[in-house]
């Protein structure tokens, strides 16, 4: 899990219970409806500590989604050790590692959609955290891929990335509550096709 800020200054345990406050608020209740003077009073802390130690709210929202990513990708690279013996199996995995994650972490969906909402605007630091987590995913998956050996690895993740996508919006919704399960059935076809068109 990251110790730092979003400047990869190391926190102070002030910082650190700041951090943990923000990372429960934020999502739990949104980015905007969670005040300055909530967050101090959930970590225990003066306005002016909070800002000593991560300058302003939108630094403060950064780091809180720069560590919500760290987690996820710790989350997910270990789960897939435990769940899956190559990088092909690997990508089906990923959506029972999804599943695990999504029954643990994101009973309110996905942490960083539901921030892009948001921060609609680009120059926002939380916005880039949240195209740098959606970046990271799909080049992990084209690795996957490539390793596996598969036809046009890079389509095939984008695809993928798609299926995660669509499977945590669907089952948020309760529009589709199996939604992880169909999409990993719908991944492994696409995933046995590619191998299939070597």
């Known amino acids: 899990m990251a110790q730092g800020t979003s400047k990869g200054q190391r926190l102070t345990p002030a910082g650190r219970r700041v951090l943990d406050a923000a990372s429960d608020l934020f999502y739990r209740e949104g980015i905007h409806a969670v005040g300055v003077d909530a967050l101090a009073a959930a ?15 939108d630094a403060l929202v950064a780091s809180y989604l720069r560590e919500r990513d760290q987690r996820w990708r710790a989350f997910l690279t270990e789960g897939l050790a435990e769940h ?17 994650w999504m029954d643990r972490e994101d009973p309110r969906g996905c942490g960083f959609v539901n921030a892009l909402a948001e921060l609609p605007s ?7 955290a949240v195209l740098e987590q959606k ?3 799909l080049g992990f998956l084209t690795d996957l891929a490539t390793a596996a050996g598969l036809t046009e690895p890079a389509a095939l993740a984008e695809t993928l990335l798609l299926l995660h996508e669509g499977a945590v919006v669907t089952r948020t919704t309760g529009s589709v509550p199996d939604a992880t399960r169909r999409a990993r059935s719908v991944a492994e076809t696409l995933v046995a096709s590619a191998a299939g068109a070597e």
């Open 122 to 128: 680009p120059q926002h630091p939380g916005h880039a």
């Open 84 to 100: 899956a013996d190559s990088p092909r199996t690997a990508l089906a995995a990923s959506f029972d590692v999804l599943q695990e």
């Open 43 to 57: 970590a225990g802390v003066t306005k002016k500590t909070l800002y000593a130690c991560f300058g302003s709210k």
């Open 135 to 137: 970046r990271w995913l």
